[in-house]
């Protein structure tokens, strides 16, 4: 089911996250790059992230339909000794636990039709690049299937949990789609949020995310013409999206998982070269970390 109507206005907000980084956002929409490129032209022409959605960007593959099994949760040191002490997921600031679709090879193969073939060619964002995080070194992955079945066990008293549609949060290149996941018992609090079978661009079946990705490289060096990959006479910068899950957890709760299955779930990786993890440990503020 798509979006509510594109042409409708909507309010495009600003603010600091806990990273001291300027975001902006709209609340409770999943908004297709055109629309947003029709909004920021109309709100906000200085928006940084307008100096490439304005681009003319040669054909690539786009939407491309992922079906996710796994997420993950990626953290620093002293995060995961935090979580592997307590056997526990808490907020590290705030009400949310936030977790990254990880998608696999095998997902990638998958999403591969006869329109669009070689999607491992141009497969370049950061979604796509396990080895490597932005947020630091110690990387916990799970079946999200068995993370819903955990916090629905734990914090939803055995009922369904609710999905709904967040927020869609920009930066200068970066678009995430956040799915906000919560109690029933929290319904009233969140109504102003559309369940996120309203989503065009994400939804959720037997236990996977389904993503529409719409912008897969972030750097193009290829173009795709007439069923074949052509090599760019010179690379271009643009856009990437993915999507965030923001599990809610008020009030100390927390999605506890034994030490053992935190201990198979744990990998490590590599810092990306853009490093927010020691961006937000040098904030001003006190340190709340990201667990």
Avoid at 87 to 106: T, Y
Avoid at 180 to 189: A, F
Avoid at 216 to 243: A, M
């Amino acid at each position: 089911m798509a979006n509510a109507n594109p042409q409708q206005a909507v309010e495009i907000q600003r603010r600091m996250n806990s990273r001291r980084i300027q975001e902006y956002f709209i609340k409770g929409r999943h908004l297709s790059l055109e629309n947003l490129r029709e909004q920021m032209s109309l709100q906000d022409l200085q928006n940084p992230m307008m100096t490439y959605l304005e681009k003319e960007i040669p054909p690539y593959p786009t939407p491309v339909e992922f079906w996710v099994s796994n997420v993950a949760h990626v953290t620093v040191k002293s995060g995961f000794e935090k979580i592997l002490h307590s056997e526990q997921f808490r907020p590290g600031a705030g009400e949310f636990s936030w977790w990254d679709l990880k998608i696999n090879k095998d997902e990638i193969k998958a999403a591969e039709t006869e329109k669009w073939p070689f999607l491992e060619t141009f497969t370049t964002s950061p979604p796509f690049k396990p080895e490597t995080s932005r947020y630091g070194n110690y990387r916990f992955t799970f079946p999200l299937s068995e993370l819903m079945k955990w916090y629905k066990e734990q914090n939803c008293a055995g009922k369904e949990p609710v999905l709904r549609m967040h927020e869609t949060v920009t930066y200068k290149q970066k678009i995430m789609y956040t799915v906000l996941i919560h109690s029933p018992e929290y319904n009233e609090r969140f109504r102003e949020y559309p369940l996120l079978k309203e989503s065009e661009w994400v939804r959720y079946q037997d236990g996977k995310i389904i993503w529409k990705a719409q912008a897969i490289c972030e750097t193009h060096w290829y173009q795709f013409v007439s069923g074949e990959v052509k090599p760019l006479n010179s690379h271009q910068f643009y856009v990437w999206d993915h999507v965030s899950l923001v599990f809610h957890l008020p009030n100390d709760a927390s999605i506890k998982i034994p030490r053992k299955q935190l201990r198979e779930a744990h990998d490590f990786c590599n810092l990306d070269t853009i490093n927010l993890s020691a961006r937000k440990r040098n904030a001003s503020q006190k340190p709340k970390q990201k667990e």
